[in-house]
């Protein structure tokens, strides 16, 4: 659609600065539209109710909240609305360190999947950090935090190996479009030549970041991450 087209157009990936006063507003425009009622929104990038937009249900009794005498659409409301109050929790997806500040300060959850063990301590401690600012209490490290991490069991270490390299090959050669591989490297740490040249597999268990084995391998890694 046109307006599809639009909003792919004002997202960039190489405006990091604009990407997130996009997704800053997105964020304001969920809560809103989860606690108003009516729900209107202007800001920089988005308007809601579209301006001009007329309503053509005339069968339905007008109401004045959500329809102007001429018609127009001047308020909306979300149906059904939450359980929670006064919305549900929500989560970020992130990975660099300063967007864990940010979903603090906006109230978010982060989750994160592409850090390394000494990035995620870097990462958590930073939200840390800052939601115990926001929130006014003590947060213990790690708290409201997730990660996700690339998993297969398989009864030998060589059929793990065997059954996941290819498809995990494929997905971190999709992700690698848009993450280089220098997201999974500890803080400080420089990717070399050598790092770029091993396949994806070799690369990321000699990072230690892959929980792919036997059943009693992938369990001492997850007790190492604890």
Not at 55 to 66: K, Q
Not at 196 to 216: H, Q, R, S, V
């Amino acid at each position: 659609s046109i307006r599809r087209q639009r909003q792919m157009c004002i997202r960039d990936r190489r405006n990091e600065e604009k990407n997130w006063r996009i997704f800053t507003e997105t964020v304001e425009i969920m809560k809103k539209a989860w606690t108003d009622d009516p729900f209107t929104y202007s800001g920089e990038f988005h308007t809601f109710p579209h301006p001009g937009v007329q309503d053509s249900h005339s069968w339905h009794p007008r109401d004045p909240r959500y329809r102007s005498e001429s018609g127009e659409y001047i308020g909306m409301s979300i149906q059904p609305k939450p359980l929670q109050t006064p919305h549900p929790p929500m989560w970020n997806v992130v990975d660099k360190t300063p967007g864990f500040e940010v979903a603090a300060k906006l109230g978010l959850k982060p989750m994160t999947w592409l850090r390394s063990r000494e990035g995620l301590k870097e990462a958590f401690g930073t939200y840390q950090k800052a939601a115990t600012l926001v929130y006014c209490r003590a947060m213990a490290f790690a708290d409201d935090c997730a990660l996700l991490r690339n998993t297969f069991v398989a009864e030998t270490m060589e059929d793990a190996r065997r059954i996941s390299e290819e498809p995990l090959n494929r997905i971190c050669q999709y992700v690698g479009g848009v993450r280089a591989r220098s997201i999974y490297l500890d803080p400080g740490e420089e990717l070399t030549d050598e790092d770029n040249a091993k396949p994806w597999f070799d690369f990321l268990m000699e990072k230690e970041y892959l929980l792919i084995g036997t059943p009693e391998f992938v369990a001492e890694k997850i007790r190492d991450l604890r």
